[in-house]
């Protein structure tokens, strides 16, 4: 008889920990109190517009950690193309006047400035802070699990964010 995993929540964690306890010869059972799986990695619709989350979830699955984890997952294939655009986000209000989040942080940046030169100073403040807090090759380590974590280069995390944590 197959041991059993009994796992608390259809989100993207659940759902990964259920494929890799079946990969690994569990029987799992996933409880989820929403009526539909996914967690934080789904879409609703509201008065008209399509909210979709999941999309964050798969920005920057082109390489690293996250297409790694996709490819383990069965949710992604050498076959599935990974469009790659430039704008992360656009909101469109009543009016028809958009908002964008840039991919590229210096394009977001330009074109924050652009739209609201009054706020160059707070722009560059709030980029600073971006910056600390852009891990570049740190994600790996953070994407571990706690207890494969290693100690130095997570204390060299919180110390190059430190300063954004201050008042």
């Known amino acids: 008889m197959k041991s059993k995993i009994i796992i608390i929540g259809g989100g993207i964690a659940g759902l990964s920990a259920g494929v890799f306890g079946q990969k690994h010869g569990f029987e799992t059972e996933i409880f989820e109190m929403h009526t539909i799986p996914g967690g934080q990695c789904t879409a609703w619709k509201r008065k008209g517009y399509m909210f979709d989350y999941c999309i964050a979830w798969l920005m920057g699955s082109s390489s690293g950690s996250m297409n790694t984890l996709w490819?383990?997952?069965?949710?992604?294939?050498?076959?599935?193309?990974?469009?790659?655009?430039?704008?992360?986000?656009?909101?469109?209000?009543?009016?028809?006047?958009?908002?964008?989040?840039?991919?590229?942080?210096?394009?977001?940046?330009?074109?924050?400035?652009?739209?609201?030169?009054?706020?160059?100073?707070?722009?560059?403040?709030?980029?600073?802070?971006?910056?600390?807090?852009?891990?570049?090759?740190?994600?790996?380590?953070?994407?571990?699990?706690?207890?494969?974590?290693?100690?130095?280069?997570?204390?060299?995390?919180?110390?190059?964010?430190?300063?954004?944590?201050?008042?």
């Open 71 to 167: 490819k383990q997952l069965g949710a992604l294939s050498e076959n599935v193309p990974i469009i790659d655009p430039e704008v992360f986000i656009r909101n469109v209000d009543n009016e028809g006047r958009e908002f964008l989040m840039y991919k590229d942080m210096q394009k977001w940046k330009a074109y924050l400035k652009s739209i609201a030169p009054e706020d160059e100073e707070k722009i560059s403040r709030m980029f600073s802070i971006i910056n600390k807090f852009s891990f570049s090759g740190d994600i790996e380590e953070i994407m571990k699990p706690k207890p494969l974590r290693k100690t130095l280069p997570m204390l060299k995390i919180l110390l190059k964010m430190w300063p954004t944590m201050v008042p």
